[in-house]
């Protein structure tokens, strides 16, 4: 079978890979339809990846078709279309026993710590494959997963429909988190550096768009809240500065900034910032068991996730897609494969 494989940082290729060896009495293969090409997929090409190991078969945004169940596999027959959750955890750990496996001790992703989806077919336990309806087209099936890390920073985020909401970058996950607002009745704002990609957040119901570029974000922000700031935030840049801003000068009092960028500077943030305001900061990674919801989200046409794809290539013109995502963010948004 064909695969899409990083052999080395830098250094990409469709390979001709080894077919999943039979299925274990819980496991499933799946025939990958559409996968979605995520940053983190670009971290590992390019050798920034806190967690990769090479070579690695690349890709965590999956849907496609059940082509072999386990003996033990009574919910999934072949033929079902099916997006995989990519996290796989060990059930043991502090964080799997008080059910947060999404940062088990010893997580891993398919595609960035194991070898992921990015392959006309993979092997997965059943546990993390979920059902989706016939009538969602395979490229929206395959931006699921991105819906699912919106849908962990709204729930790590506690957010509720009172809330003025900031969020920091309209890529494809700053646009699934605000889709993720919006379903849920609250007012946000949304910033960026990329003038099309705002223009997405507008028509995805932004109450108010910011070009930090040309724009004073504190100023805006206040205007926004009357002086208060806003009450819950997230950070999907990845920006130092910007986590500082949102500390120093964005969030009110008693607010929340939900972290999702990770770079690996330090930040410089004032302890009396955080303590005279009661400020929760608070990680979110992958999903914690979010696809039934984000599936139930998709039913009832609470979002649209065909809005964040911009392009759909066939897999086997991923260096293409991959150099257009890299060198022209202001014509992408979510490029997705086919397979
Ligand atoms: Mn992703």
């Known amino acids: 079978m064909k695969s899409v494989m990083i052999r080395k940082p830098g250094e990409i290729a469709v390979v001709d890979s080894p077919m999943p060896a039979e299925p274990e009495k819980n496991e499933v293969i799946v025939r990958i339809k559409a996968a979605g090409i995520c940053g983190s997929d670009l971290h590992v090409y ?12 690349i890709g965590h945004e999956l849907a496609g078709e059940v082509y072999q169940a386990g003996s033990l596999v009574s919910d ?27 940062v088990c001790s010893s997580v891993k992703v398919l595609g960035i710590h194991v070898d992921g989806g990015f392959s006309q077919y993979i092997k997965v336990n059943a546990g993390n494959v979920h059902k989706i309806p016939d009538n969602i087209p395979w490229e929206e099936a395959a931006v699921i997963e991105p ?3 919106a849908a962990e920073a709204v729930d790590r985020g506690r957010l509720s429909a009172d809330d003025s909401v900031l969020i920091c970058g309209a890529g494809p996950i700053g646009l699934a988190i605000l889709q993720a607002v919006r379903r849920a009745g609250a007012k946000a704002m949304i910033m960026d550096i990329i003038d099309s990609r705002l223009e997405r957040a507008k028509k995805m119901g932004a109450e108010k768009v910011v070009n930090t570029n040309n724009t004073d ?3 805006a922000i206040m205007d926004f809240t009357d002086g208060e700031g806003v009450n819950l935030i997230f950070e999907a840049t990845g920006s130092i500065s910007v986590l500082e801003l949102c500390v120093s ?23 009396l910032d955080i ?9 979110s990674r992958l999903n914690r068991n979010m696809f039934p919801e984000v599936i139930e989200w998709i039913k009832a046409k ?27 963010p202001e014509k992408t948004c979510k490029i997705v494969l086919t397979f």
């Open 147 to 149: 819906f699912t890390i």
């Open 217 to 219: 974000l504190v100023k």
């Open 249 to 271: 000068a964005l969030v009110s009092q008693a607010g929340r900034i939900v972290v999702l960028g990770y770079p690996r500077e330090t930040a410089r943030i004032t302890p």
């Open 46 to 57: 390019h050798g920034r990846s806190a967690f990769a190991a090479y070579p690695r078969i």
């Open 76 to 102: 999934l027959k072949p033929g079902d279309k099916v997006a995989i959750d990519p996290v796989i955890s060990c059930g043991n750990c502090y964080a799997c026993r008080i059910g947060r496996h999404n």
């Open 302 to 328: 609470e979002i649209e996730p065909s809005s964040i794809i911009s392009h759909v290539f066939p897999m086997e013109k991923v260096r293409e897609a991959i150099e257009m995502y890299d060198s022209e």
């Open 275 to 283: 303590m005279r305001r009661e400020l929760d900061i608070i990680g």
